[in-house]
């Protein structure tokens, strides 16, 4: 109980700072009387949706779209979206030398987990991304061929799956948003 309100205060005393008007780049803002509203009525699970950022929002929507079982889940305890950006990287990392390269503005999202999964994409600047379908780990005999390598992880890069992201439920983007890192 004694975090609702510490958890109230901090927001209630950084959405003062932004209830004039204007946002910390100085921009003009139109919402920050709701928010700060449902914070001095001790909602703070609806004024906690003002630390998501737009870009952790993006996040979420490509890992709900490359990943949709998780529309319908919610967050793992401990779950987190990792993020880093794969541009010019070998596909497969166990055979670099073998293998294709991820465009420039390819990045992997992956979880706290290796079983929680990855996505692999780029953003085509039309408001699609390309998924591209890499496995998880290397493995298996196959994976130790040079051709095979290089002709498979070729493979993957020329045939993405051109995905709109997920713009489904507000509150599952919000939530998967909140575990980006």
């Known amino acids: 109980m004694m975090f609702k309100y510490v ?3 901090v927001l209630a ?7 004039s008007g204007q946002d910390e780049k100085g921009a003009k803002t139109s919402e920050n009387g709701n928010l700060l509203q449902a914070v001095t009525q001790g909602n703070v699970a609806e004024a906690g949706a003002v630390t998501t950022t737009a870009y952790q929002k993006e996040i979420a929507k490509v890992w709900l779209a490359g990943l949709p079982d ?23 990392p166990n055979m ?4 294709a390269k991820y465009p420039q503005g390819t990045k992997e999202l992956y ?11 780029k953003e085509n600047g039309d408001g699609t991304v390309s ?31 051109v995905a ?6 507000e509150a599952t983007i919000s939530a998967y948003a909140s575990t980006v890192k």
């Not at 670099?96 to 293998?99: G, I, N, V």
């Not at 709109?164 to 439920?169: E, I, L, S, V």
């Open 13 to 19: 005393s950084t959405l003062v700072v932004t209830a």
């Open 70 to 92: 998780y529309q319908n889940k919610n967050v793992p305890n401990g779950f987190e979206i990792n993020v880093r950006d794969v541009s010019g990287q070998a596909v497969n």
């Open 131 to 161: 998924i591209y379908d890499v496995p998880m780990h290397f493995t298996g005999h196959d994976w130790n061929s040079a051709g095979f390598n290089k002709s498979e992880t070729q493979r993957i890069i020329d045939n993405p799956k």
């Open 164 to 169: 709109t992201p997920y713009n489904g439920d």
């Open 7 to 9: 958890a109230a205060g």
């Open 111 to 121: 979880g706290s987990a290796n079983a929680q999964g990855h996505v692999v994409y």
């Open 96 to 99: 670099p030398a073998e293998s």
